[in-house]
């Protein structure tokens, strides 16, 4: 029997004893021997009593391994093989008697729980990476430092964002970086301090302005093991929305332009607006038709204020209710109160049955609209000025209150800031009704309205009598040169006066009314009269300036018309004395 096969009987117990596996096979490949350990990593092919058996019947898949070594005598080292779910490392050696291999020693071990650790610290390996990939592709900065903020990590964006380099970071503390003047403040320390998240509004050097989130991150322990710090450039952002709040005030600029302009567009379809005067008129009317306040509409008769006033309430929320209209001084004074406020049945001798609703809540949902305010007495006075401010009156002979809404636009041609002086109008109910003033100027100072006026006047009166009159151009120049002491009103009533009066189909210097025909002077009667030729020419100078300047809206116009300089205009227009409303070189 080969020397092998007989073992001394103390090897099997010291055999035993290794924690590593020990299979001892002949040359023929028979087992001679295998230890514990070999059994508890092969498990099942070792269960029963295997010595004797040749090694390819247990079903190992080792024999031609094994087969190899003995037949080249050459030993295996560090192979590694898997069986059963099981990864074991292999280490065979033969066994020589001189130089004849007389069997083969296998040593494995299982590693099967180091292959495991091996693979998950590859993982946490590739996570590492992973993480750190994104942690450099962040665009916001990121700085980390431990519970006791020194700094562990920052970022690349970090260093981008803030100009400071990771080098000089990294490892400090961030209470030094404060106390260098790093940081002039750090979100770090308030988030230990406070243990909760902060954020702050910091400005670095070149203007960059930062939104700075410090969290902290907790232990099983609810210890501070880490604060995470993100730090976003809003510099952009707040360009942005500068940029956004810039464009939706240029928006509602354009809106409100458009809105003027449909505006205006309505306007002038029942009213002519040709002068920078009456323009700036319109755009207060209708800034203010969209507004529940009250508007007092001032100017001189005849200047179109009852026009106005059912314009702004036709561009108004309320356009689809009633336009009441109340010519306070067409009403009798004893009739004044029922007029407006009306009465309960049987509140006077000759009241109707029924009673009566007054003016005011006829509008009841519209607009009133109160035509020569200043004529109202003061006990009137009073009574609308409840009205205004509680939206509601006494019937006459009623004891209870009745509500209204209704939207207040007076008139007046009067100076109602002297009649307070004068103590003939209430200085509270001015107020009240002088919320939006609104001027309307006479014909005389916008005269740039007068010939479109006269065309527009001329077209309504064809249209409605059914006829083809045309105006002179020197019968409209004429016009122009009038002043129109009535206004619009005046030029209605001499426009229609001549359309009738006019026997041609075009309208002549001969059909104006005589007073307007002897006020303008001729150059020719300025050459009959006495005097030096410097005198008359300064006085065709004079007349020719004054009516230049009063059809022109500014000097600056009257100037290119007459071809001079706006200050040598100006200066001449001094020495002769023009007074003008019209802005110097506007």
Known sequence: MNVIENLPESWPTILDSSKNGILLINNKGVILFYNRAAKAIFGDPLDEDVVGKHIAEIKLDAWPDLENTIKTGHPQYKKKITLHDVTIIVNR????????????????????????????????????????????????????????????????????????????????????????????YSVTLEVLEKKKPITIMQQVKGGKQLIVTGTPVFDEKNEILLVVTNVRDITKLNTLRDQLEDSKRINCRFYQTLQEHDGIEHVLQEMVVKSQAMIQVVKKAIKVANSETSVLL????????????????????????????INCGAIPESLMESELFGYEKGAFTGALHSGKAGLIEAAHGGTVFLDEVGELKLDMQVKLLELIEDKTFLKIGSGNATKVNVNIIAATNRDLKQMMRDGTFREDLFYRLNVVPIDIPPLRERKEDIPVLVLNILEKFNKQKKINKRMAPETVDMLVRHSFPGNVRELVNIMERMIIMSEEDQIGLADLPSEIRKEVKTISDLSSRQGSLKEILTEVESQIIKDTVSRCSSVAEASKKLNLHPTTLWRKMTKHGIKNNIAFLQ
């Open 93 to 184: 050696s033969p066994i020589k008697k001189g130089k004849k291999v007389i069997g083969v020693l296998s040593v494995f071990q299982d590693i099967s729980e180091y292959e495991t650790i091996i693979s998950e610290l590859q993982g946490y390996n590739r996570l590492c990476k992973e993480l750190e990939v994104i942690f450099e592709s962040s665009y916001d900065g990121l700085y980390i430092t431990d519970g006791y903020a020194k700094t562990i990590r920052v970022n690349s964006a970090y260093e981008r964002i803030t100009g400071l380099s990771k080098k000089n970071l990294i490892g400090r503390d961030m209470n030094s970086l404060v106390n260098e003047k790093v940081f002039d």
């Open 298 to 325: 001032l100017g001189e008769s005849g200047v179109g204020k009852s026009m106005l006033a059912r314009i702004i309430h036709q561009m108004s929320p309320r356009k689809n209710d009633p336009f009441v209209k």
